[in-house]
């Protein structure tokens, strides 16, 4: 039974909101480093976030603060490393629909890291770079899914064991032509159980019960 594990406690959305409410930003005005996961959060809640609809909004910014932390540190950054990144921090602590959900709304979400993340006013300003194709996205998640099938097991001899060959066999097995196949996914996934009695909070629980519904 896959373990959901502490993603994205519901306390730092609550926080979000917060923060938006007294945030007040002249311009001009230089933040330090320490506040610029809020700055973009609260720039999240005030833009993209109005365009996403019931579930992708929250999912969508909790995918936001996993590519923070995974960017963390970093001045400048390659999208094509700190992307596959972020979802090897993720891998199983959400069910398959989560992927699915971040594939469906790409688009509109790197239009707004390539818009605003530069735009954050660090005195050093962060610079993006290796823009991702469809056709590289849809490879990265199929290879992050195909890597949580064996995650899934919980079986650390059975991963030991497991060849490069057989990891990419199973990637494309969960592709048709260049787009990952959610049928062929629903098909590996549904019959594995995926626990949410260990979510951090009740928030959490609810919105990925919520992703499991869809």
Do not use: C
Request: charge should be positive; proline fraction near 5%.
């Amino acid at each position: 039974m896959v373990k959901q594990g502490r993603f994205a406690k519901s306390s730092k959305l609550k926080q979000i909101k917060q923060i938006r409410r007294r945030m007040h930003h002249p311009a001009g005005r230089i933040i330090q480093p320490d506040q610029f996961e809020e700055f973009v959060l609260v720039r999240y809640g005030l833009t993209l976030k109005k365009k996403y609809k019931g579930t992708d909004k929250e999912t969508m910014q909790r995918f936001l603060m996993e590519v923070l932390a995974a960017a963390a540190g970093q001045n400048s950054w390659r999208l094509t490393a700190i992307i596959p990144e972020t979802f090897k921090r993720i891998n199983v602590r959400v069910p398959y629909q989560f992927y699915q959900r971040v594939l469906r709304n790409w688009d509109p979400f790197v239009q707004f890291l390539n818009r605003e993340i530069p735009a954050v006013p660090l005195k050093d300003r962060i610079v993006l770079s290796g823009s991702l194709t469809e056709e590289q996205l849809n490879g990265i998640i199929a290879s992050q899914l195909a890597a949580n099938t064996l995650l899934a097991t919980g079986n650390t001899q059975l991963l030991k064991m497991v060849t490069a060959e057989q990891t990419d066999s199973l990637e494309k097995s969960l592709m048709t032509g260049n787009q990952v196949d959610w049928q062929k996914v629903a098909k590996v996934f549904n019959p594995i159980p995926f626990d949410t009695s260990t979510a951090p909070d009740q928030r959490t629980k609810q919105w990925i019960d919520s992703l499991k519904e869809l």
